[in-house]
């Protein structure tokens, strides 16, 4: 349980907010192409980071706007967030 | 050689005021090499050892463990036993567990514990009439037993629930598995520890592995905080820490890890004799020999390796449990704790080989691994043993999520996470 700094709403209570998993996983821009290894690496395999992770969250009773975040996971301490589309910070 | 524990030790022991007990377990350095490691010392890696000295000769093997055996999810789960699971496979794989649950106290020759009180999951809407139904039939054509109980029966089972048409989410019937039950998870892991170690496994407490070297395709030993130890076959059972492991070798595994909590009341007398759980308010209670009310709360929703849990989860849980069971208003909880649980995203389990020979996975256990503790560490020794799965333990491998084939038991994980 932490409080995160919505890029839009300001900060709130974690428990507003749904996470949306790792982050920066691009969506395949021709899925008819794939093969079933390719799939299975978009779908379902994940780094699963302890440590410091990129992440998607929704802000689901709030906004309900996407954001982006940088999260450590051993602590969860949350060193930036940022919108979509934006660059991810490089530190 | 190991004494055997009995009821002339016991009183032999006595005399010598206890003081003269031996060790259950030696406490060994590494050896050079080893023929296989088990990297992770909780039940599941423990069995497994077991399981690979006992049925297949390999005595010379190593379980390394960055802890302590059993201070994981072995010590930190709510020690619930069953195997009304819905699909074919998942059946045979708890089943299988839970036959050798029902003599692992004589086989350990340590008493787990191992109480066969049942296990009732509740049904508070029409849906959850018809999942559970369903998947009581379906338990049944598998040979597992499974009774439909009404209203009426589920208050004869378990007086104290709050049946009442009135509540926000009424009790319209539940399942039974009177096999099903609960054992003393601490003595799961020592008891192996124990039988694994008279057989001369080493089991190496305080030792992180940091490293898996690698050579090509096959692995060729452990880096870890005791120095290098070399070895051909690696089995991983690191519950909550698998992709930790995983990334050593650029190995990615489809799991997620997330903090699943639990907490135990105040002791008090006798007040419920099985096991409640329901999935659509999210509760599921015991009681421990001790007199604590265990409960069980759900994972927070996010990965994390904290170890600890939200409040807001215990919040939900604990208003579920007031609803359900009125009579515990008044009472205190005791503690509080977190495990890191590794979910797959068909919520089965992977007991598995890798695309790298002699390194397998046993994890994806998520929030229901402790019940399968006996059967998994058979299936996993005979994987790692003879360098292909059992066919128990077939559809568990890792290729299911390339082939679609998946195991989808979120129904049947008893709270939804």
Known sequence: ?91 | MKNKYSIFSIIKNAFSYNENWQRAWRDPEPKKEYDAIIIGGGGHGLATAFYLAKKHNMTNIAVVEKGWIGGGNTGRNTTIIRSNYLWDASAGLYDHALKIWEGLSQELNYNVMFSQRGVMNLAHNLQDVRDLKRRTHANRLNGIDAVWLNTEEVKKFCPIINTSPDIRYPVLGGTLQRRAGTARHDAVAWGYARGADAMGVDIIQNCEVKGIKRNGDSVEGVETTKGFIKTKKIGVVAAGHSSVIANMVDLKLPLESKPLQALVSEPVKPIIDTVVMSNAVHAYVSQSDKGELVIGAGTDAYVSYTQRGSHDVVEGTLKAILELYPIFSRMKMLRQWGGIVDICPDASPIISKTHIKGLYFNCGWGTGGFKATPGSGDLFAHTIANDEPHKLNADFNINRFVSGDLVDEHGAAAVAH
């Not at chain 1, 290894?37 to 779908?43: G, I, N, S, T, V």
């Not at chain 1, 802000?59 to 934006?86: L, P, Q």
Request: with cysteine.
């Open chain 1, 1 to 91: 349980m932490f409080l995160i700094n919505c890029p839009y709403c300001g900060e709130r209570d974690q428990s507003e907010f749904s996470a949306g998993g790792e982050a920066h996983i691009v969506r395949p821009k021709q899925p008819t192409e794939l093969s079933d290894d390719q799939w299975a690496e978009f779908l379902f395999m994940r780094k699963n980071i302890k440590g410091v992770q990129f992440e998607r969250w929704n802000h689901a009773h709030g906004c309900r706007k996407w954001f982006n975040m940088v999260r450590d996971t051993s602590n969860d301490k949350i060193y930036a967030v940022y919108k979509m589309g934006e660059k991810p910070p490089t530190k």
